[in-house]
């Protein structure tokens, strides 16, 4: 899929103060969530329920342990990077970024994580359950827009042991060739939901809307979600995962603490029934009517798939697994 150079353009991008979820303008805040989701595949939160106090610890913590502990081994690999750039190696399929992953569920590594001090921890578990929390929200209001009773999205996760569930906790520092490598490539999203807390003072995030970049813009304490390749299964296509892609820059440190609420590894990934039949009609394109457009499949095969093709498009990704499909055997 030849994805398209052009800078970001500066568009409308979606933002929702979930506080109007609580009052009359309730309505008007749904129907903005559901347009985003089918159409941008990226939406932002404000006054999600996560204390502000909480996400400025997090942020200071993370800061200081890329400065203490990742930064000079970083500085090593962007110097090879450079050098091999410059003799005219092709960089692209490299990612310049220092990152590291925090599991939560099913059974969390956190305290298995070298160089993590007993405060960071701490300040991580508890931002980690703010942020399950909010991503169980963010399903239900999806089960609400789409018709679908409430937990449906949650169960559709759940598998034998739960959902996965973890952090990658990641810098972009600063990069001063932005013209010969990424931030990180050009890629949908995996699994289910996924709640980014990004950088409010340096940009880089953008995705790809009608052929063109735009920025997810940088906004204080905001929340950042967007739909993962799962929920386009799950929702028969009605809400889209969408490529996105981080800039480098010459200035600036960007963090970036991306939660991925994702279905269990033996969960089995199907449309809603109830987005396949009739009464779904009115949202589909002519001729999709009672058809589920995508397969059946284990999540866990999918991400077997996606591993090895991370960077590409994902249709490639749907067809092979209706290709490889076969009967599923369900309790």
Same mark, same amino acid.
């Given at each position: ?6 800078? !970001? ?68 690999? !962007? ?43 701490q300040v991580m578990k508890e931002f ?142 199907f449309p809603a029934p109830a987005l ?56």
């Amino acid at each position: 899929m030849a994805i398209p150079a052009n800078a !970001a353009v500066s568009l409308n991008f979606p933002v929702i103060n979930m506080e109007k979820l609580e009052t009359g303008e309730r309505g008007a805040a749904m129907e903005v969530i559901h347009d985003a989701c089918k159409n941008w595949g990226f939406f932002e939160l404000l006054n999600h329920g996560i204390s502000h106090k909480l996400m400025d610890e997090v942020e200071r913590v993370s800061k200081a342990h890329y400065a203490a502990c990742r930064e000079d081994k970083f500085k090593e690999f !962007a110097a090879r990077t450079l050098e091999a750039g410059e003799k005219g190696a092709d960089v692209k399929d490299v990612d310049w970024e220092s990152t590291f992953f925090v599991r939560h569920l099913p059974a969390s590594n956190l305290a298995d994580l070298p160089d993590l001090d007993h405060h960071y921890r701490q300040v991580m578990k508890e931002f980690a359950s703010e942020i399950e929390r909010l991503a169980e929200k963010v399903l239900d209001l999806l089960c609400e827009n789409l018709g679908l009773e409430q937990g449906y999205l949650k169960r559709a996760f759940a598998g034998s042991r739960g959902p996965t569930f973890g952090t990658k906790v990641s810098s972009y520092p600063p990069c001063p060739r932005p013209d010969m490598v990424d931030g990180l490539r050009a890629h949908t999203d995996a699994g289910g939901v996924i709640l980014l807390f990004q950088d409010d003072q340096v940009s880089g995030l953008q995705l790809l809307k009608d052929g063109a970049w735009v920025e997810v813009p940088p906004m204080r304490h905001a929340i950042v979600v967007n739909i993962g390749d799962q929920l386009e299964v799950i929702t028969n296509g009605r809400y889209k995962s969408v490529m996105h892609r981080v800039l480098t820059r010459p200035d600036g440190n960007r963090m970036s603490i991306a939660s991925f609420y994702n279905p269990g590894a033996d969960a089995i990934i199907f449309p809603a029934p109830a987005l396949v039949g009739a009464a779904d009609a009115a949202e589909r394109n002519e001729g999709e009517e009672g058809t589920a457009v995508y397969p059946r499949f284990v999540f866990e095969d999918y991400m077997n798939l996606y591993v090895r093709h991370k960077f590409e498009a994902k249709e490639p990704r749907f067809k092979a697994m209706k290709a490889d499909a076969a009967p599923i055997a369900t309790a």
